[in-house]
């Protein structure tokens, strides 16, 4: 028998071949119809709505430049990519190459997504030959893994899409247990590119491998195998990390960014499958009694989420009640065939990690929780589930005219059950959204200059906020994906600096608002009336009234209009600070919410809302009050001041406030440069005057520490649970 994978392909090709030819054009068809679908149009992409939408503007970005920056978003603070990590460059520079003849982010993703068919047939043949399985019973396998459920309901998520990996990482795991260990060789290089198939799919490969090398272990010790299996696994961590340096490289001034890719351990819990998901019909099944039978189930079972996109099909679900009958089997002492065993193995160890309550959850606990989506692994379940399964089949099958029979009825019904029917109108629902969009921002950029900026309304954050109204997370993203030289507002990264000021100016009335629209160069104003209550209609003619003019461009379908600004600024460079675009704006926002020009001998006066500017970040602090901010334990044990630049060498720490209850009369401690100031609190108010000379040149952070935080609930003086210390009036930093 034949394992190498490679030998196989090439030799064989006069079958995968029109086999990779046929899958892209049945899928073509299962998309678009008969007759359309035999000739895709590039014009449109294959989704346009929810996420489909930021994959989309990754995909746009990485064919103008790449995905970290694009001075076309967040403007004019850019759009710095770098808080949110992935490990997809093999499928973005496929995608940028596909997209470099000018045909556009919808020409990209639509070859993208038709050609992962091809290279997914490909793959999973040549993994399904190489472990023995008859040619005709390889094509049908092939078939069946390409046609997945999973393939068309992820399509929203296009990376998730071209899961060529998976049976590669089948085919390496299953030679690592069938033959002898071997020395690394240069085309074992590939190995790193399946690290830049996502960071789920280099995980849950890694799974695979790990697994088949213990059952090699079990049958005996073998340094060799633990070495192999150690040089693949790095090499695939390799690419991994060579996806997600640029991210772990960012040094941003203000820290990790605490918005954005933050997951909680609890969500893998959520995102797991379960097993009746698995063997459950699809959603728009063909037979209309099934999809009713999945609709109920979800509409009455919980956590039901993305992980509704698990199930494998009738065949695969078939496949794993063997896996499941062939460990039974082995326990109660059976004789079965070392690769069967080998994959229902896997596939108990896949399903045991991707169910609701698993050892995912169990890691998301103890190890990391940035992988949730655990349900994900149920495409690694099919392949398993399909080969193991095929390969049992083959072994009760006489005679090669029953093998062809069984493969072709097993094809046919598999896809019929896997597939849903052509859905006319959804497609249409689709392809006018993205005609509406085009020919609006199409000619919004007709009617200004090139390079213009476009002010987006109402305030949408970026990425991951839940809808607004009717306006879907991502539904400002057509601004940008339909213009080729205007700048738009919306997408810079959530939590920072462009993010930040405007959340802060949505807040502000609107003629504030058109003031700093025009201090900073914008031309226009695009408003969706998707996201107001009223449908827009106050937002509309407030400005229609300060203009004194009605929006110059209305979409289609009047819920998109643009007002056209005059007398603006400039549109500002690329690269200018951000510090120095707020002051051009005359607004000054930071992590704390509005700034304030002031001197460090002015102080902070926290009887006021706004942070002076020289402050970059406040701990330990509670909400602000008219009449100060209390220190709170329950934040932080102390509370920490820490400034944008260095600290004199030479002044004078000025604070006033006044203590609560027990801390009357007992000593705070002040910690500046790795020195402990320790002075009585001794009346109410309190004022300190702390003398410093500081030791070192760079000193930014200032410590204070109360003596006895106590809460006016436990002091039975209120149900006010917070642990207060000191209520903070004014610090200043006098130089000497």
């Known amino acids: 028998m034949n394992t190498s994978m490679s030998a196989i392909l090439r030799a064989e090709w006069r079958w995968w071949l029109p086999g990779a030819a046929l899958s892209m054009l049945l899928a073509s068809v299962l998309l678009s119809g008969w007759p359309a679908g035999l000739l895709p149009g590039l014009g449109v992409p294959l989704d346009y709505h929810h996420d489909s939408l930021s994959h989309a503007w990754l995909v746009q970005r990485a064919i103008e430049g790449w995905i970290f920056d694009n001075p076309r978003s967040g403007y004019p603070f850019g759009s710095n990519f770098l808080d949110y990590p992935g490990a997809d460059g093999a499928s973005l520079v496929l995608l940028k190459l596909l997209g470099l003849p000018g045909w556009g982010f919808q020409a990209a993703m639509t070859l993208y997504f038709l050609g992962g068919f091809g290279a997914i047939f490909a793959a999973a043949y040549g993994a399904m030959r190489a472990q023995g399985l008859a040619r005709p019973l390889a094509l049908s396998a092939a078939l069946l893994f390409n046609f997945a459920p999973f393939h068309f309901q992820r399509a929203e998520h296009i990376f998730l899409t071209f899961y060529v990996a998976v049976p590669l990482f089948f085919h390496v795991a299953m030679q690592l247990w069938r033959q002898p260990p071997r020395a690394l060789r240069w085309r074992d290089a590939g190995l790193v590119a399946l690290g830049s198939t996502g960071v789920y799919y280099a995980f849950f490969g890694l799974l695979v491998v790990a697994t088949a090398a213990l059952a090699r272990l079990v049958r005996g010790w073998d340094g060799?195998?633990?070495?192999?299996?150690?040089?693949?696994?790095?090499?695939?961590?390799?690419?991994?990390?060579?996806?997600?340096?640029?991210?772990?490289?960012?040094?941003?001034?203000?820290?990790?960014?605490?918005?954005?890719?933050?997951?909680?351990?609890?969500?893998?819990?959520?995102?797991?499958?379960?097993f009746a998901q698995l063997v459950m019909p699809r959603i728009d099944h063909r037979i209309e009694r099934w999809n009713q039978y999945a609709l109920d189930y979800y509409k009455q079972f919980p956590l039901s989420n993305e992980n509704v996109t698990s199930n494998l099909g009738a065949v695969a679900s078939a496949g794993l009640a063997i896996m499941l009958c062939a460990v039974f089997a082995a326990l109660a002492g059976r004789k079965v065939a070392p690769p069967v065993a080998l994959l229902a193995l896997v596939v108990l160890m896949?399903?045991?990690?991707?169910?609701?309550?698993?050892?995912?959850?169990?890691?998301?606990?103890?190890?990391?929780?940035?992988?949730?989506?655990?349900?994900?692994?149920?495409?690694?379940?099919?392949?398993?589930?399909?080969?193991?399964?095929f390969l049992v089949l083959q072994g009760w099958i006489r005679g090669r005219g029953a093998v062809v029979a069984v493969a072709i009825v097993l094809a046919v019904a598999g896809l019929l059950d896997q597939t849903a029917a052509p859905s006319a109108p959804h497609r249409a629902a689709g392809q006018r959204a993205f005609a509406l969009d085009r020919d609006f921002v199409g000619a919004i950029e007709k009617s200004l200059p090139a390079g213009s900026a476009v002010y987006q309304l109402p305030y949408m954050g970026f990425p991951e906020v839940g809808p607004r109204e009717r306006m879907e997370a991502y539904d400002h993203m057509a601004g940008f994906l339909h213009s080729r030289t205007l700048r738009?507002?919306?997408?810079?990264?959530?939590?920072?600096?462009?993010?930040?000021?405007?959340?802060?100016?949505?807040?502000?009335?609107?003629?504030?608002?058109?003031?700093?629209?025009?201090?900073?160069?914008?031309?226009?104003?695009?408003?969706?009336?998707?996201?107001?209550?009223?449908?827009?209609?106050?937002?509309?003619?407030?400005?229609?009234?300060l203009l004194g003019a009605a929006p110059s461009l209305v979409r289609a379908d009047?819920?998109?209009?643009?007002?056209?600004?005059?007398?603006?600024?400039?549109?500002?460079?690329?690269?200018?600070?951000?510090?120095?675009?707020?002051?051009?704006?005359?607004?000054?926002?930071?992590?704390m919410g509005k700034l304030i020009d002031a001197s460090l001998a002015d102080g902070i006066d926290f009887t006021r809302p706004e942070v002076p500017l020289f402050v970059?970040?406040?701990?330990?602090?509670?909400?602000?009050?008219?009449?100060?901010?209390?220190?709170?334990?329950?934040?932080?044990?102390?509370?920490?001041?820490?400034?944008?630049?260095?600290?004199?060498?030479?002044?004078?720490?000025?604070?006033?406030?006044?203590?609560?209850?027990?801390?009357?009369?007992?000593?705070?401690?002040?910690r500046i440069d790795g020195r402990s100031y320790t002075r009585p609190i001794?009346?109410?108010?309190?004022?300190?005057?702390?003398?410093?000379?500081?030791?070192?040149?760079?000193?930014r952070d200032i410590d204070i520490a109360l003596p006895q935080p106590a809460s006016p609930h436990e002091l039975g003086l209120g149900e006010d649970r917070r642990r207060l210390g000191l209520l903070f009036e004014r610090l200043s930093v006098a130089s000497e």
């Not at 960012?250 to 909680?264: F, I, L, T």
């Not at 109410?684 to 760079?698: I, K, R, T, W």
């Open 224 to 274: 060799a195998v633990v070495r192999r299996t150690l040089a693949v696994m790095s090499l695939v961590l390799a690419g991994v990390l060579v996806n997600v340096a640029p991210n772990l490289a960012q040094r941003h001034p203000d820290g990790p960014n605490m918005e954005v890719a933050q997951r909680g351990a609890h969500e893998a819990e959520l995102l797991g499958f379960k």
């Open 350 to 389: 896949l399903f045991m990690f991707g169910t609701a309550g698993g050892f995912g959850s169990l890691f998301s606990q103890i190890v990391s929780a940035s992988l949730r989506g655990w349900n994900r692994i149920s495409i690694f379940i099919a392949f398993g589930a399909l080969l193991g399964g």
């Open 488 to 545: 738009w507002n919306y997408a810079g990264m959530k939590g920072r600096e462009g993010d930040l000021f405007y959340r802060a100016l949505a807040q502000e009335p609107m003629a504030r608002q058109l003031d700093v629209m025009r201090r900073l160069g914008f031309a226009g104003i695009y408003l969706d009336r998707g996201g107001y209550a009223d449908h827009g209609q106050a937002a509309v003619a407030e400005l229609t009234a």
């Open 558 to 591: 009047g819920e998109v209009v643009f007002f056209r600004l005059h007398g603006t600024a400039a549109p500002l460079p690329e690269g200018t600070a951000a510090l120095d675009l707020m002051r051009k704006a005359g607004y000054l926002v930071g992590p």
């Open 616 to 670: 970059r970040k406040l701990q330990g602090l509670s909400v602000p009050e008219p009449s100060g901010r209390w220190s709170d334990a329950n934040v932080a044990r102390t509370v920490t001041v820490t400034f944008r630049e260095a600290l004199p060498r030479r002044f004078v720490l000025k604070l006033s406030g006044r203590p609560f209850g027990p801390n009357l009369g007992k000593n705070i401690t002040i």
């Open 682 to 699: 001794d009346a109410d108010p309190f004022m300190l005057n702390l003398p410093v000379e500081l030791a070192s040149g760079d000193v």
